[in-house]
């Protein structure tokens, strides 16, 4: 029931979410947006979505994602409120929703 809405970040906050992305090699996109829900009133709280996706040839556990997924969360600096999912399974409707925001796609890796 969550709406979303732009981050509203500066370029250079986006650049930070950039460089800690570029870290891992199986991150394909991420997406970020503002959370808002009543509960957290004016407090920014944000959702960071991201597509992850392994070599064909290794078997992907739920928790190998679960790993990235806490490697981005510890290594990105933000005292705001950040919630981290994959895009995939139950978060694949969320993924969809999100992306629809304008400028919230903040990563795509280079090809």
């Known amino acids: 029931n969550d709406r979303f809405a732009p981050h509203g970040l500066s370029e250079?906050?986006?650049?930070?979410?950039?460089a800690v992305l570029s870290q891992h090699p199986e991150i394909r996109k991420a997406w970020l947006a503002r959370r808002e829900h009543e509960v957290f009133g004016n407090i920014p709280n944000f959702l960071l979505v991201m597509e992850?996706?392994?070599?064909?040839?290794?078997?992907?556990?739920?928790?190998?994602?679960?790993g990235v997924l806490e490697s981005v969360l510890q290594k990105l600096d933000v005292e705001e409120p950040l919630i981290v999912i994959d895009s995939e399974g139950d978060h694949k409707a969320i993924r969809k929703k999100v992306a629809k925001i304008p400028n919230s796609g903040i990563y795509q890796k280079a090809k």
Not at 52 to 66: A, G, R
């Open 52 to 66: 992850i996706k392994h070599p064909w040839f290794k078997f992907t556990l739920s928790s190998i994602n679960q």
């Open 12 to 18: 250079k906050r986006i650049g930070d979410f950039r």
